[in-house]
């Protein structure tokens, strides 16, 4: 095996240091909440994974796919778990 040469390790260096800072001397960028809905208004559209009775689904559910419609949205707690 071969040594590396010094100015080989010297452009090395330079170039670990600044990947390991930068994320220590980036700013932090805080998350805004969203602003709460009113009580009656539209929900913004989102995207969860969907499922059935036989299993998820392979494409994400799009709020917005169901445009004009009733959507009612049941969370259970235990659903598909052994507990």
């Known amino acids: 095996?071969?040594?590396p040469s010094l100015a080989k390790i010297l452009s090395?260096?330079?170039l670990a240091a600044a990947l390991v800072a930068a994320p220590i001397t980036a700013?932090?960028?805080e998350a805004k909440p969203p602003?709460?809905?009113q009580v009656g208004a539209a929900?913004?559209?989102f995207t969860l994974p969907g499922a059935?009775?036989?299993g998820v689904l392979r494409a994400p559910i799009h709020l917005s796919d169901f445009k004009g419609k009733t959507?009612?949205?049941a969370f259970f707690y235990?659903?598909?778990t052994k507990g």
Do not use: F
């Open 43 to 45: 929900a913004p559209d």
């Open 27 to 29: 700013p932090a960028q």
């Open 1 to 3: 095996m071969s040594r």
């Open 35 to 37: 602003e709460p809905l």
């Open 12 to 14: 090395t260096v330079p």
């Open 78 to 80: 235990k659903a598909r």
């Open 71 to 73: 959507v009612v949205l």
């Open 52 to 54: 059935t009775r036989y």
